[in-house]
Protein backbone atom coordinates (compact mmCIF):
# COMPACT_ATOMS: atom_id res chain seq x y z
CA UNK A 1 0.00 0.00 0.00
CA UNK A 2 1.12 3.85 -0.88
CA UNK A 3 0.60 6.73 1.26
CA UNK A 4 1.16 10.74 1.40
CA UNK A 5 1.51 12.71 4.33
CA UNK A 6 1.62 16.41 3.89
CA UNK A 7 2.84 17.86 7.34
CA UNK A 8 1.13 21.13 8.04
CA UNK A 9 -2.49 21.73 6.06
CA UNK A 10 -1.76 25.67 6.69
CA UNK A 11 1.94 27.18 5.65
CA UNK A 12 1.91 31.45 6.01
CA UNK A 13 5.17 32.99 4.73
CA UNK A 14 6.28 36.55 3.70
CA UNK A 15 6.64 37.93 0.26
CA UNK A 16 10.45 37.13 -0.66
CA UNK A 17 11.13 34.07 1.90
CA UNK A 18 11.83 30.70 1.79
CA UNK A 19 8.22 28.25 0.88
CA UNK A 20 9.27 24.85 2.35
CA UNK A 21 6.15 22.34 1.90
CA UNK A 22 6.77 18.87 3.41
CA UNK A 23 5.80 15.79 2.12
CA UNK A 24 6.67 12.02 3.26
CA UNK A 25 5.71 8.86 1.59
CA UNK A 26 4.88 5.30 2.57
CA UNK A 27 5.92 3.07 -0.46
CA UNK A 28 6.64 -0.94 -0.17
CA UNK A 29 7.86 -0.22 -3.50
CA UNK A 30 10.40 2.53 -5.48
CA UNK A 31 7.80 5.41 -5.65
CA UNK A 32 7.25 7.79 -8.05
CA UNK A 33 6.55 11.30 -6.87
CA UNK A 34 4.86 14.39 -7.42
CA UNK A 35 3.75 17.79 -6.94
CA UNK A 36 0.38 19.66 -7.85
CA UNK A 37 -0.73 23.02 -7.21
CA UNK A 38 -4.40 23.96 -7.15
CA UNK A 39 -5.13 28.13 -7.75
CA UNK A 40 -8.37 28.82 -6.55
CA UNK A 41 -11.24 27.57 -9.14
CA UNK A 42 -8.94 26.06 -10.85
CA UNK A 43 -7.47 22.24 -11.72
CA UNK A 44 -4.59 20.39 -10.40
CA UNK A 45 -1.05 21.30 -12.72
CA UNK A 46 1.82 19.22 -12.41
CA UNK A 47 4.97 21.23 -10.85
CA UNK A 48 7.37 18.77 -10.65
CA UNK A 49 7.72 14.98 -10.22
CA UNK A 50 10.59 12.60 -9.46
CA UNK A 51 10.89 9.55 -11.65
CA UNK A 52 14.44 8.21 -10.05
CA UNK A 53 16.38 9.91 -12.66
CA UNK A 54 17.55 12.60 -10.31
CA UNK A 55 16.97 13.05 -6.51
CA UNK A 56 16.90 16.62 -7.00
CA UNK A 57 13.73 17.70 -9.23
CA UNK A 58 13.24 21.06 -10.65
CA UNK A 59 9.91 22.28 -11.82
CA UNK A 60 8.07 25.30 -13.12
CA UNK A 61 8.06 29.00 -11.63
CA UNK A 62 10.87 28.29 -9.53
CA UNK A 63 10.12 24.92 -7.37
CA UNK A 64 11.89 21.95 -6.74
CA UNK A 65 11.97 18.93 -4.81
CA UNK A 66 14.38 16.48 -3.47
CA UNK A 67 13.80 12.69 -2.98
CA UNK A 68 15.65 11.44 0.25
CA UNK A 69 14.88 7.87 0.51
CA UNK A 70 16.44 7.65 3.70
CA UNK A 71 13.46 10.03 5.53
CA UNK A 72 11.09 8.76 2.90
CA UNK A 73 10.26 12.88 2.08
CA UNK A 74 10.01 14.72 -0.85
CA UNK A 75 10.06 18.09 0.09
CA UNK A 76 8.87 21.41 -2.55
CA UNK A 77 11.00 24.47 -1.72
CA UNK A 78 11.55 27.51 -3.32
CA UNK A 79 14.10 30.33 -2.20
CA UNK A 80 11.93 33.34 -2.74
CA UNK A 81 8.03 33.17 -2.80
CA UNK A 82 5.66 35.33 -5.26
CA UNK A 83 2.12 36.83 -4.33
CA UNK A 84 1.30 34.80 -7.08
CA UNK A 85 2.95 31.41 -5.36
CA UNK A 86 -0.12 31.39 -2.78
CA UNK A 87 -2.74 28.63 -3.51
CA UNK A 88 -2.93 24.96 -1.90
CA UNK A 89 -0.43 22.15 -3.31
CA UNK A 90 -0.32 18.87 -3.04
CA UNK A 91 2.02 15.87 -3.17
CA UNK A 92 1.14 12.47 -4.34
CA UNK A 93 3.01 8.81 -4.91
CA UNK A 94 2.63 6.69 -7.97
CA UNK A 95 3.55 3.11 -8.26
CA UNK A 96 2.88 0.61 -11.16
CA UNK A 97 2.73 -3.34 -10.74
CA UNK A 98 -0.66 -4.38 -8.68
CA UNK A 99 -1.79 -0.71 -7.73
CA UNK A 100 -2.49 -0.08 -11.87
CA UNK A 101 -0.57 3.10 -11.19
CA UNK A 102 -2.89 4.64 -8.80
CA UNK A 103 -1.98 7.96 -7.62
CA UNK A 104 -2.33 8.56 -4.29
CA UNK A 105 -2.33 12.46 -3.06
CA UNK A 106 -2.04 14.04 0.59
CA UNK A 107 -4.05 16.11 2.58
CA UNK A 108 -2.76 19.37 1.14
CA UNK A 109 -1.18 22.76 1.94
CA UNK A 110 -2.54 25.63 1.89
CA UNK A 111 0.19 28.48 1.24
CA UNK A 112 -0.32 32.35 2.08
CA UNK A 113 1.72 34.61 0.89
CA UNK A 114 1.70 38.31 2.65
CA UNK A 115 3.03 41.04 1.04
CA UNK B 1 -4.54 21.62 -27.23
CA UNK B 2 -4.29 18.31 -25.12
CA UNK B 3 -6.65 18.67 -22.42
CA UNK B 4 -9.03 16.66 -19.98
CA UNK B 5 -12.67 18.41 -20.36
CA UNK B 6 -15.65 17.80 -17.96
CA UNK B 7 -19.23 19.06 -17.65
CA UNK B 8 -20.56 20.93 -16.05
CA UNK B 9 -18.23 22.82 -14.36
CA UNK B 10 -20.78 23.69 -11.35
CA UNK B 11 -23.96 21.51 -10.40
CA UNK B 12 -26.69 22.01 -8.06
CA UNK B 13 -29.68 19.32 -7.34
CA UNK B 14 -31.82 17.89 -4.84
CA UNK B 15 -31.14 14.74 -3.46
CA UNK B 16 -32.03 11.28 -4.86
CA UNK B 17 -32.37 12.95 -8.67
CA UNK B 18 -29.66 10.96 -10.98
CA UNK B 19 -26.79 12.93 -12.82
CA UNK B 20 -24.35 12.47 -15.25
CA UNK B 21 -21.07 14.82 -15.12
CA UNK B 22 -19.32 13.83 -18.28
CA UNK B 23 -15.58 13.36 -18.94
CA UNK B 24 -13.47 13.50 -22.12
CA UNK B 25 -9.48 13.75 -23.18
CA UNK B 26 -8.37 14.27 -26.82
CA UNK B 27 -5.00 12.32 -25.97
CA UNK B 28 -5.59 8.64 -26.70
CA UNK B 29 -4.58 7.98 -23.11
CA UNK B 30 -5.44 4.62 -21.72
CA UNK B 31 -6.03 5.39 -17.99
CA UNK B 32 -8.79 7.32 -16.99
CA UNK B 33 -9.69 8.66 -13.30
CA UNK B 34 -12.28 9.93 -10.70
CA UNK B 35 -11.08 11.92 -7.84
CA UNK B 36 -13.42 13.70 -5.37
CA UNK B 37 -11.68 16.62 -3.09
CA UNK B 38 -12.94 17.37 0.17
CA UNK B 39 -11.25 19.88 2.66
CA UNK B 40 -8.13 18.50 4.66
CA UNK B 41 -8.79 14.85 3.21
CA UNK B 42 -7.03 15.80 -0.52
CA UNK B 43 -7.80 14.23 -3.31
CA UNK B 44 -9.77 10.00 -3.29
CA UNK B 45 -9.94 7.93 -6.14
CA UNK B 46 -13.53 6.78 -6.89
CA UNK B 47 -13.27 4.74 -9.90
CA UNK B 48 -10.87 3.95 -12.71
CA UNK B 49 -10.55 2.47 -16.11
CA UNK B 50 -7.42 1.16 -17.60
CA UNK B 51 -9.20 1.04 -20.85
CA UNK B 52 -12.37 0.53 -23.34
CA UNK B 53 -14.57 -1.57 -20.94
CA UNK B 54 -12.26 -2.42 -18.50
CA UNK B 55 -13.26 -0.06 -15.10
CA UNK B 56 -12.45 -0.79 -11.40
CA UNK B 57 -13.47 0.84 -7.65
CA UNK B 58 -11.18 3.07 -5.91
CA UNK B 59 -11.41 3.99 -2.48
CA UNK B 60 -14.72 5.46 -2.19
CA UNK B 61 -16.75 4.04 -5.06
CA UNK B 62 -20.21 3.74 -2.86
CA UNK B 63 -22.92 5.85 -4.20
CA UNK B 64 -21.10 5.93 -8.22
CA UNK B 65 -21.08 4.42 -11.43
CA UNK B 66 -18.80 4.93 -14.36
CA UNK B 67 -18.91 3.29 -18.00
CA UNK B 68 -16.09 3.49 -20.59
CA UNK B 69 -17.51 2.53 -23.65
CA UNK B 70 -15.21 4.76 -25.93
CA UNK B 71 -11.82 5.26 -25.29
CA UNK B 72 -11.95 9.00 -24.67
CA UNK B 73 -14.89 9.38 -22.55
CA UNK B 74 -15.67 8.45 -19.09
CA UNK B 75 -18.73 9.30 -17.70
CA UNK B 76 -19.04 9.52 -13.63
CA UNK B 77 -22.66 8.47 -12.91
CA UNK B 78 -24.98 9.20 -9.41
CA UNK B 79 -27.60 7.01 -9.27
CA UNK B 80 -29.58 8.51 -6.48
CA UNK B 81 -26.91 11.44 -4.69
CA UNK B 82 -27.36 12.29 -1.28
CA UNK B 83 -25.99 15.44 0.32
CA UNK B 84 -22.71 13.77 1.14
CA UNK B 85 -21.73 13.50 -2.43
CA UNK B 86 -21.46 17.64 -2.11
CA UNK B 87 -17.92 17.64 -3.47
CA UNK B 88 -15.44 19.04 -6.12
CA UNK B 89 -15.18 16.63 -8.77
CA UNK B 90 -11.85 16.18 -10.79
CA UNK B 91 -11.08 13.41 -13.97
CA UNK B 92 -8.03 12.35 -14.97
CA UNK B 93 -6.19 10.94 -17.42
CA UNK B 94 -2.60 9.34 -18.41
CA UNK B 95 -0.68 7.69 -21.26
CA UNK B 96 -0.42 4.32 -19.96
CA UNK B 97 0.32 2.33 -16.20
CA UNK B 98 3.67 3.67 -16.15
CA UNK B 99 4.32 4.74 -12.70
CA UNK B 100 6.48 8.18 -13.87
CA UNK B 101 3.96 9.59 -15.96
CA UNK B 102 1.67 11.90 -14.19
CA UNK B 103 -1.63 13.04 -14.94
CA UNK B 104 -3.42 15.08 -16.50
CA UNK B 105 -6.43 16.63 -14.45
CA UNK B 106 -9.87 18.04 -16.01
CA UNK B 107 -10.92 21.60 -14.15
CA UNK B 108 -13.28 19.95 -11.70
CA UNK B 109 -16.94 19.78 -11.16
CA UNK B 110 -18.70 21.86 -8.23
CA UNK B 111 -21.48 19.12 -7.02
CA UNK B 112 -23.88 20.39 -4.45
CA UNK B 113 -26.66 17.96 -3.13
CA UNK B 114 -29.69 19.89 -1.04
Known amino acids: AQSVTQLGSHVSVSEGALVLLRCNYS??????LFWYVQYPNQGLQLLLKYTSAATLVKGINGFEAEFKKSETSFHLTKPSAHMSDAAEYFCAVRTGGTSYGKLTFGQGTILTVHP | EAQVTQNPRYLITVTGKKLTVTCSQN?????MSWYRQDPGLGLRQIYY???????DKGDVPEGYKVSRKEKRNFPLILESPSPNQTSLYFC?????????????FGSGTRLTVV
Open chain 2, 27 to 31: MNHEY
Open chain 1, 27 to 32: SSVPPY
Open chain 2, 49 to 55: SMNVEVT
Open chain 2, 92 to 104: ASTPSDRAGEGYT
